[in-house]
């Protein structure tokens, strides 16, 4: 019997075995036995079936596949640019993968090793080698695809990896909590591998540009939140728990978020204007890094106009400003802006030194915000140096929010009324927003402690996610390790 028999036997049989399965939850009985529960239980169980019928069809169609001649041979074409030298086929091995369902299914396949050169002692040299057809078809984990895919979203998405372990449960996956975060661990580092080599092209001067940002009035923010990593104290393990004594010291992750707003000032979140959001735990000088990366794969020299707008942290103020002009932006159509919320904030604090009662102290903040907002800086600067006059104020610290308005005021970074008639944004909400969804609800918490490899592959690929840019980032993945030989 062919094999093209044989499955076609294999699909009747199985959907023979769904009919069978199925059929009792069709049937109606006794109608006073029904009710909101009993239709729910249906559902569930015929939900269960449909996904287990879905998982056994991959199997089949992997079965198929990888009997296939012509795939074998496309398999290896597609990952030549992987052997070396001393890389030769060796024989085949079986693999299991799952599909959803908890649908397993074990496949022979050839096995390819590069054969390293003979130590001086007289010991088997060790062979590194890859599956060709698993390393094709993005099938490395021994998963398929999808249910990589899927188990690594609701690992980067969910609050915990106990969380994404019951969501996943409802697409029929049933694995560990062990096996959900060493598979989320490793799609995430695949998407950062392709985060350093973008930038490595970029230092290259042969970084792929798109003209995404042509034409459109572009927003960049920057901010920082705060997470705790593992610092390990020595080498030494305990001798009871076998593990390394740690302290969780906290560390400031750097975000960034890249977006385009239309006339009205409005955010855009078409496919093609999409969002940019990514983060790191290196230093700012990383992150500057990061963020040129973006600016010129984007084309953000033919924008239309720009916004940079920040808090106060001076490295942005510092560094950002430059880069703008080395990436050839026009400065006649680049603002910088200090988010207004922050600057009010500083108000605040002077209220609080100024005035005793809370009426006052709420009255002339609302004054001193509402001057701030209308571009009357100079005015409420002379106003805030006249109580520096009453003795009997801490006038060190009103001295510190005058410098700070003064300075914003020099550095033009507090031109409300120009930013509010373009309609651009006058606060960082976009970026704190970032930071509340990337890193508080998901990497920041009581008893959180992060290694830093694990937390900045988290932290880039939840920035991806809540772009909006997560299928895109899938795709890229699922194809990275296809590597043909060069001609």
């Known amino acids: 019997m062919s094999f093209e028999n044989i499955v076609t036997n294999t699909l009747t049989e199985l959907l023979r075995s769904f009919q069978s399965a199925i059929a009792p939850l069709l049937e109606l009985g006794k109608i006073e036995d029904w009710d909101g529960t009993e239709l729910k239980k249906r559902e569930e169980k015929i939900r269960e079936l449909v996904i287990i019928l879905a ?50 299914v074990t496949l022979k396949l050839p096995y390819v090793v590069e054969r390293l050169p ?55 996956i049933n694995i560990s909590i062990r096996r959900i975060q060493s598979l989320t661990y490793s799609f995430c580092k695949e998407a950062l591998s392709q985060r350093r080599s973008k930038i490595f092209h970029l230092r290259e001067g042969d970084l792929e540009k798109t003209n995404i940002l042509k034409d459109q009035r572009v927003v960049i923010s920057s901010d920082g939140g705060r997470t705790r990593l593992v610092e390990y104290k020595g080498r030494k393990r305990n001798k009871k728990t076998n593990r390394r004594p740690y302290k969780g010291e906290w560390r400031e992750p750097k975000l960034l978020t890249i977006y385009a707003v239309d006339e009205e000032g409005k955010k855009i979140k078409t496919g093609e204007v999409p969002i940019t959001n990514d983060g790191t735990f290196e230093d700012s000088k990383y992150l500057l890094v990061i963020l040129e990366m973006y600016l010129v794969e984007l084309g953000i020299n033919q924008a239309k106009e720009i916004l940079f707008i920040a808090d106060g942290s001076e490295w942005m103020w510092n560094d950002v400003p430059p880069l703008l002009k080395k990436l050839g932006c026009d ?29 006052e102290k709420k009255a002339w903040f609302k004054q001193a915000r509402s001057k701030l907002r209308e571009g009357k800086s100079e005015q409420l600067i ?25 300075k914003l005021q020099e550095n033009d970074r507090i031109n409300y009324p120009l930013i509010s008639d373009k309609k651009l944004p006058l606060g960082s909400g976009a970026i704190e927003s970032l930071i509340r969804q990337a ?35 899938v795709d890229s993945i699922l194809t990275a390790r296809i590597y043909p030989a060069i001609k």
């Open 331 to 359: 400065e006649s159509k680049t603002y910088y802006l200090q988010d207004f919320y922050h600057v009010t904030e500083h108000l605040f604090r002077f209220a609080q030194v100024a005035f005793n009662e809370d009426n």
């Open 55 to 104: 998982g056994k069809c991959i199997a089949i169609l992997l079965e198929k596949l990888s009997q296939y001649s012509e795939a074998q041979e496309r398999a290896i074409e597609q990952t030549r640019g992987w052997w070396r030298k001393r890389t030769g086929k060796n024989g085949s091995r079986n693999w299991t993968i799952l599909t959803m369902g908890n649908v397993e």
């Open 439 to 473: 890193v508080n609800l998901r990497l920041k918490g009581n008893g959180k402690f992060w290694i830093r490899h694990n937390a900045e592959a988290l932290l880039h690929a939840r920035c991806q996610w809540l772009a909006g840019r997560w299928s895109e980032l």
């Open 382 to 406: 002379k106003e805030m140096i006249a109580f520096k006059k009453d003795d009997k104020l801490d006038t060190k610290a009103l001295e510190k929010e005058i410098k700070h308005l003064v």
């Open 118 to 172: 003979k130590p001086r002692k007289k010991k088997k040299p060790p062979l590194q080698g890859f599956c060709p057809f698993l390393r094709w078809l993005g099938l490395e984990q021994q998963v398929t695809p999808l249910v990589w895919s899927k188990i690594a979203e609701y690992g980067t998405m969910s609050h915990s990896f106990a969380t994404a372990q019951l969501t996943l449960k409802d697409w029929g």
